[in-house]
Structures are given as C-alpha cells and as structure tokens.
C-alpha cells in the first residue's frame, strides 16, 4: 500500500525532476511565444520538463541531425574501448563519394577518429560518418541496425533510421520529442565528449578551406550556447537542436535544450531557437529543492540491519516552475507501507508530488532507496514479524 507521509508548504524553494528523460511535465503552465516552424520543443535538460511543444510526436525527416545518433554510437564505442580517438580509419570509396556535405577526405587517406569526429560535427561531413559508421559497425548496413537497437533501448519509439548520415530516404523519420529523448541522454551518458560540439570552425589537414565553420550560428551569437547540431535537405528544411547553460543562484549550471524543426532558412531556425531559450529562462525559474543524495524521506524499516532509510534522488532534486511560483509550492510524498528490508540502492518505494499554491499538477517523480539496507539477522527479522502482526 501507499502511505501519504507528508504535505508542505516550501517557503523560498521549488522543485522538479522527471522520472524519465523526455517525459513531459504534467503541465504546461506559460504560453510558449509562436515559432515559425514545422515543429519544435523546449526542455529545461537539469529537471528533465518539457516547457513547451508543438507537434513534437509527429513523424518529421531529421536530415543531419541523424547524426546525433551517429554520435551516440561512436561515443558508446570509445567508451567502451573498441576505438581509440587517436586509432584511424580507412575511407571507404562510399565514404569518398557520399553527396552533400563532406569534410573532403578520400581513400588515399587514414584518419584519425577524433577528426572524424570533428568533421562529423563541426562540418556534417557525410564523408566523415560514412567513415565512422563503417568503423564502429563494420557495414554501413550492421551500423544502422546498431543505430535502430539503441533507439529502442533509449525509448525513441517513433524513430526509424535507414542511414547514419540523414540524406532523404524513405522511412527515415523521428520526432522532434524523440530528437530531445537523444540529445539529453547524448550529454548525460556522454559528458566528456560535448565540447566537440562547441567547435564553431574545424578542418582536416590537406583538404580545402570551404566548409569549416559550424552551421549553428548560435555559438557565434551567444557564449552560453555549446552544441548541438543542424540539419537540412529540402523535405526537412532547416533543423536544428541547440543547447545552452546559463549560471542560475542556488541551482548552478542550467542546461535547456531546443528542438527546431522544418524552419524556413538558416537564420529562421537560429533565430527561432534563440527565441525559444530566452523565453525558457525567463518564463520559469529553475529551484533546487534537495542535494544529490540529500533525502526527502527517512520512513522506518522493518527487518533491516538499519531501522530508517533515506528515500530521495542521487542527483538531487530541482524543478521548473512558472517565474515567481517557486515559494508557493506543495509537495507531497506518497511511499510503499511498511517499508521492509532487503532494500536496495536505488529501488523505486515511493512517488514525490508537486503542485502549485492553486493546486496545479506540476510533476509527480519515483523516490528511491538512497542506501542499500540488508535484512537483520533471524532474531531482528523474527521480533520484526510480530510487531508488524500486532500492528
């Protein structure tokens, strides 16, 4: 059974997370400004909301923007040891003769994987990730499977890849709400590998100067922009997924993410995109309500070798709320009752709830078990039982 544990008031404090990456808030409390775009959607990355979409579920071509998952597979392939950045590759004579944009290597070439990556990213070369792709997958064909496997295991359920660059290609789709799903767990899972993205000019040695600026003219335009990344063939328009950190006091670094979808130029989807950033940091403020590892709870445990556990969130707790709202909110926690060991670091007992002073849902979010709790020896576990019968 569920037992409400608490119901409070928070003077000076807010907060929100989501329980999953890209799971929207349970409501959208501002009036977004229009976005000249097919599609777009606003998340504040450091609670997980969803401050703002439109059509983000309907199927859309990604153009370059498939190379996110690119990416996401190569950075999953260095961190697991099977490439080196320094280790380099053959470029195929498909790689050599991918159209559209390209960071002109050619077979004659053995590049290494870090200028693959920079030319992937910086450029778009389709070159370049042909090149990777065939690396990390051995085919380009094994590595789109490898792409459409970790689209299912991160929960991207409208996507659907055909090709590791994103040229046109029937039944080569996602969602702007899938796009964000990608780019947030890109820059969880992946940390050490964001900077790339930040690269506003890039060229390999020995090919020509044209193509080496980033087409995200928001690094150029606003210093706390670093990533992501553009996309454009003429089905898609021009995309693109843009993030941003700015200093917020008492919360620290907060990332919001933007997805741009089906804009009418280059300048539209920058335009549009920093439109949407600057509305999300000044619409909502962002409060932390608890320290990672910090608990929200510490209810009794029965048959443990502890007798109370620490029910919060790891990474702590922030959340997003309309600006001026973070001192009215009301939280409430709901938890597993009674509380009986084994427990386990990180076992969902218990849900947080969050509202506005008017009653407004905004998020309900899974506590944990902040600290594993073994059961108590025969004795404990035996008195333990009783009590709970007489109770």
């Given at each position: ?17 989501m ?5 929207p ?12 775009a097919?599609?777009f ?13 439109k ?43 991918m ?12 590049v ?13 070369g ?9 690396g ?9 499977d490898?792409?459409?496997n ?9 996507s659907?890849f ?55 003219l ?16 003429n ?12 200093e ?64 919060g969130?790891p ?13 009215r ?9 009674p ?21 407004t ?31």
């Amino acid at each position: 059974m569920l037992r409400r544990v608490f119901s409070l008031r928070f003077m000076g404090l807010a907060l929100f997370l989501m329980a999953m990456i890209g799971a929207p808030a349970q409501a959208q409390m501002a009036q977004p400004p229009e976005v000249a775009a097919r599609a777009f959607l606003l998340m504040d990355v450091t609670s997980g909301q969803v401050l703002a979409a439109k059509d983000a579920d309907q199927p859309v071509e990604p153009a370059s923007l498939t190379k996110l998952m690119t990416a996401y597979l190569v950075f999953d392939a260095l961190r697991a040891k099977r490439i080196t950045l320094e280790q380099t590759l053959p470029v195929s004579e498909r790689a050599w003769k991918m159209p559209g944009s390209r960071m002109f290597i050619d077979p004659r070439m053995q590049v290494p994987v870090e200028d693959l990556i920079k030319g992937m990213i910086v450029q778009s070369g389709n070159d370049a990730t042909v090149a990777l792709a065939e690396g990390v997958g051995g085919s380009v064909e094994r590595f789109v499977d490898m792409m459409n496997n970790q689209a299912r295991a991160l929960g991207m359920t409208a996507s659907r890849f055909r090709n590791p660059e994103g040229l046109t290609e029937p039944g080569h789709t996602t969602t702007a709400q899938d796009l964000a799903i990608l780019a947030t767990r890109l820059m969880q899972d992946f940390p050490e590998y964001v900077p790339y993205y930040a690269i506003q000019r890039y060229r390999y040695p020995g090919t020509p100067a044209a193509n080496d600026s980033n087409r995200n003219l928001l690094l150029f335009r606003d210093p706390t922009v670093d990533g992501l990344k553009t996309g454009y063939t003429n089905a898609a328009g021009y995309c693109m997924v843009t993030t941003a950190r700015r200093e917020v006091p008492g919360v620290g670094q907060r990332r919001l993410l933007s997805v741009v979808l089906g804009a009418a130029s280059e300048n539209a989807r920058a335009a549009e995109s920093q439109k949407l950033l600057n509305w999300g940091y000044t619409a909502f403020d962002a409060v932390r309500l608890a320290d990672p590892g910090q608990a929200l709870a510490t209810p009794k445990v029965w048959k443990g070798k502890a007798s109370q556990v620490g029910l919060g969130l790891p990474q702590g707790v922030v959340v997003t709320v309309p600006a001026g709202e973070g001192g009215r909110l009301q939280t409430e926690v709901l938890r597993t009752e009674p509380l009986v060991a084994p427990l386990q670091r990180g076992q969902s007992v218990g849900t947080l709830r969050v509202r506005l002073a008017n009653g407004t849902p905004v998020v309900e979010m899974p506590l944990t078990v902040l600290e594993t709790v073994e059961e108590s020896g025969i004795l404990g576990r035996a008195w333990d039982a009783i009590r709970l019968w007489i109770r």
